[in-house]
């Protein structure tokens, strides 16, 4: 076995977290004094782990003796979005879930399996939306990530999908999914939401972000929607809503509600 690891400030548990969300052999742990964190992602090969590497930098090692906690992480199960969508780690056989859209992410990626409660009530309200819009409704998806998001919107009925990352190794992890997944017509790119010159308006805007981002960025988004389109918000601490929230009224939107699990907060919105 080897293992991925990484030293970090404590600020950006959060970020590992949502990150690594989903991958059952990851770790994420205090140092004593409380300013440090240590990421560890275990992984079978040495390859798996030195992908990781590639992505975060940090190191790896081959552990002698096997980590049987780790090891001993029950099996994530498919993730089931309403009667819709089903978020799978591994492959599964074509006629596994019938009438249903299958995407697979495999944990091993990293940057999110889709199963993070931001990512996932992302995904339920993309459905409900679904079948509320006429098919070929466009979809602007700002921090793709692993692009479950983007793949989500196109398989449930969307034509324009634009999605883009400032990572761009998250970039590439997502045109592997989309590639695995078969799923064309995808508008990707590495992009910065504060410099992208963007001139389309869209249906739907679904911006999973930190707070400190969507603060700045609502204002830009607010230009980058239709009149009475929906936007979705999410990446959102808890004690972080408030500010959002208000900031989000200030740009002209309406909020529809908001979906509270654990200590995230995503919510969705009505345009001006």
């Not at 200030?250 to 995503?266: H, S």
Request: hydrophobic fraction near 45%; include cysteine; charged fraction near 25%.
């Amino acid at each position: 076995m080897w293992v991925w690891s990484k030293l970090s400030a404590v600020k950006w548990a959060d970020a590992w977290e949502e990150r690594f969300y989903g991958n059952p052999n990851s770790v994420i742990s205090e140092i004593k004094g409380g300013k440090t964190v240590r990421v560890e992602v275990y992984c079978e090969s040495e390859s798996k782990a030195t992908e990781i590497k590639d992505l975060f930098g940090g190191s790896v090692r081959e552990l002698k003796s096997r980590n049987w906690v780790a090891m001993s992480a029950p099996k994530v199960e498919p993730l089931m979005i309403r009667d819709r969508l089903v978020i799978s780690q591994v492959e599964v056989a074509p006629d596994a879930y019938p009438g249903k859209e299958v995407i697979v992410v495999p944990p091993e990626m990293a940057f999110g399996t889709g199963d993070h409660p931001t990512t996932a009530t992302c995904l339920r309200n993309l459905v409900d939306l679904s079948s509320k819009l006429e098919t070929g409704w466009s979809l602007l998806d700002l921090g793709t990530g692993s692009g479950v998001l983007a793949m989500a919107g196109k398989l449930l009925g969307a034509g324009v999908v634009t999605a883009f990352d400032y990572d761009g190794k998250a970039v590439e992890v997502a045109n592997l999914n989309l590639e695995r997944n078969g799923v064309p017509g995808i508008d990707l790119f590495e992009g910065d939401v504060f410099t992208w010159e963007n001139t389309k308006r869209y249906e739907v805007v679904v911006a999973n972000l930190f707070s400190t981002v969507l603060l700045e960025a609502l204002p830009l988004i607010s230009k980058w929607i239709v009149p009475r389109g929906h936007l979705i918000l999410s990446g959102i601490l808890a004690e972080q809503w408030p500010a959002i929230g208000e900031k989000a009224e200030e740009c002209g939107f309406e909020c529809l509600g908001e979906k509270v699990i654990g200590k995230w907060v995503t919510a969705s919105f009505l345009s001006s």
